[in-house]
């Protein structure tokens, strides 16, 4: 905290000191943590964070700031690498990357940062759908196109940002209650009850809603929807929850995993426990991204079924970029093709053919 406070007061100073020569460019107050607990959350590898900075750009190449959720599981990994080696120098761009450590003030702040260095355009992948609307404007003030990736934006002025590509949330978990379905029929358990736990993602995420949205469709009238809680999209925390689940609940069938990750955690937890999982164990275990490690789960024999989440945007919003820049119109809303794998297939053959 102290060191916090030590920060606070040389922005200040700083900021004093650069009124009226109209080029200050430290962050401005609002950048700061907008609540005392906020400020508390952060931890001292952010309070010491550089502000995402472009280096010498050449005038030729489109500068893009990606404000990027964090690095919470594979599918980000996979999604940052994505970005990185779409907006290189040889491709025409400069790329401005910042991890906002999955907090949504961090995500303000970088777009704040990216208007003050007057960036050719911002691309967010949103931590939360809502709460954005006052930086939307000032990117919409300083003539700065603002495109969405990934994860959604809950806005009442869609004006606000150009386009929005990622997958189809609501479909994926519609999907995989859908499988849910045919795979007890066809062990003869159409019509036994059957216990259901969620590990879901962070609260308020669109990869959240629209997964708990569209499972909850397709739930059967003989399905118990014991609990559902976060466990953050992160393998330690889905762990832990699953963990406390199987202590709450002696009689859990299936676990819903909102990504891989959290499965990988749940996994751990249930063998942990004593009990099995997979085609072959006592809790059957779904999830959502298919990232390689999922395909190695299946081979394993813990995981049933991972329904697929395309985390390669870059080109996609490479594109977008490029045809903006021609004076094109884009489609406002653009969902990835996506499939789903089960230990039914050829899950070995099919990892080879995977690109992440
Ligand atoms: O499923 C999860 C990641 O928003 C689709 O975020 C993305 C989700 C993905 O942390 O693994």
Same mark, same amino acid.
């Given at each position: 905290m102290k060191k916090k406070l030590l920060s606070i007061i040389l922005a200040t100073a700083m900021v004093a000191t650069m009124v009226g020569c109209g080029s200050a460019t430290s962050e401005p107050a609002a950048a700061e943590p907008a609540t005392k607990e906020a400020a508390e959350e952060a931890t001292p590898a952010e309070e010491v964070a550089e502000e995402p900075a472009a280096e010498e750009a050449s005038d030729d190449l489109i500068v893009v700031g990606y404000?990027?959720?964090?690095?919470?599981?594979?599918?980000?990994?996979?999604?940052t690498e994505s970005f990185k080696t779409t907006f290189t120098?040889?491709?025409?761009?400069?790329?401005?990357?910042?991890?906002?450590?999955?907090?949504?003030?961090?995500?303000?702040?970088?777009?704040?940062?990216?208007?003050?260095?007057?960036?050719?355009?911002?691309? &967010?992948? *949103?931590?939360?759908?809502?709460?954005?609307?006052?930086?939307?404007?000032?990117?919409k003030e300083a003539g700065i196109p603002v495109i969405l990736s990934d994860r959604m934006m809950d806005v009442s002025d869609d004006s606000l940002y150009e386009c929005w590509v990622g997958g189809n949330f609501v479909k994926?978990?519609?999907?995989?209650?859908a499988w849910l379905k045919t795979y007890l029929e066809d062990q003869g358990?159409?019509?036994?009850?059957?216990?259901?736990?969620?590990?879901?993602?962070?609260? %308020?995420?669109?990869?959240q809603v629209g997964r708990t949205e569209g499972f909850?469709? %397709?739930?059967?009238?003989?399905? &118990?929807?014991?609990?559902?809680?976060?466990?953050?999209?992160?393998?330690?925390?889905?762990?832990?929850?699953?963990?406390?689940?199987?202590k709450q609940y002696p009689d859990i069938d299936v676990v819903v995993c909102e990504n891989d990750n959290m499965a990988f955690g749940a996994i751990d937890a249930i063998k942990a426990a004593g009990k099995t999982c997979g085609p072959e164990g006592d809790i059957i275990v779904i999830s959502f991204d298919a990232v390689a490690a999922a395909f190695d789960s299946m081979i394993a024999?813990?995981?049933?079924?991972?329904?697929?989440?395309? *985390?390669?945007?870059? *080109?996609?919003?490479?594109?977008?970029i490029q045809k903006l820049e021609a004076g094109e119109t884009v489609e406002k809303i653009q969902y &990835?093709?996506?499939?789903?794998?089960?230990?039914?297939?050829? &899950?070995?053959?099919?990892?080879e053919t995977r690109a992440y």
């Amino acid at each position: 905290m102290k060191k916090k406070l030590l920060s606070i007061i040389l922005a200040t100073a700083m900021v004093a000191t650069m009124v009226g020569c109209g080029s200050a460019t430290s962050e401005p107050a609002a950048a700061e943590p907008a609540t005392k607990e906020a400020a508390e959350e952060a931890t001292p590898a952010e309070e010491v964070a550089e502000e995402p900075a472009a280096e010498e750009a050449s005038d030729d190449l489109i500068v893009v700031g990606y404000a990027q959720v964090g690095a919470e599981s594979d599918w980000r990994t996979a999604n940052t690498e994505s970005f990185k080696t779409t907006f290189t120098e040889e491709n025409g761009y400069q790329l401005i990357f910042d991890d906002a450590q999955q907090k949504q003030e961090n995500q303000i702040k970088a777009i704040r940062s990216f208007i003050q260095q007057e960036v050719d355009y911002i691309v &967010v992948a *949103p931590v939360v759908e809502t709460g954005w609307e006052t930086v939307l404007e000032e990117a919409k003030e300083a003539g700065i196109p603002v495109i969405l990736s990934d994860r959604m934006m809950d806005v009442s002025d869609d004006s606000l940002y150009e386009c929005w590509v990622g997958g189809n949330f609501v479909k994926e978990g519609e999907d995989a209650a859908a499988w849910l379905k045919t795979y007890l029929e066809d062990q003869g358990r159409g019509s036994e009850e059957i216990n259901i736990v969620t590990l879901q993602g962070t609260i %308020g995420a669109s990869a959240q809603v629209g997964r708990t949205e569209g499972f909850a469709n %397709g739930m059967q009238d003989n399905w &118990v929807m014991l609990d559902q809680q976060t466990g953050e999209f992160t393998q330690s925390k889905g762990q832990e929850v699953m963990e406390s689940f199987l202590k709450q609940y002696p009689d859990i069938d299936v676990v819903v995993c909102e990504n891989d990750n959290m499965a990988f955690g749940a996994i751990d937890a249930i063998k942990a426990a004593g009990k099995t999982c997979g085609p072959e164990g006592d809790i059957i275990v779904i999830s959502f991204d298919a990232v390689a490690a999922a395909f190695d789960s299946m081979i394993a024999g813990d995981l049933n079924a991972t329904f697929e989440c395309n *985390p390669l945007h870059g *080109p996609r919003v490479a594109e977008i970029i490029q045809k903006l820049e021609a004076g094109e119109t884009v489609e406002k809303i653009q969902y &990835v093709d996506e499939s789903y794998f089960d230990t039914s297939m050829d &899950v070995a053959a099919i990892k080879e053919t995977r690109a992440y």
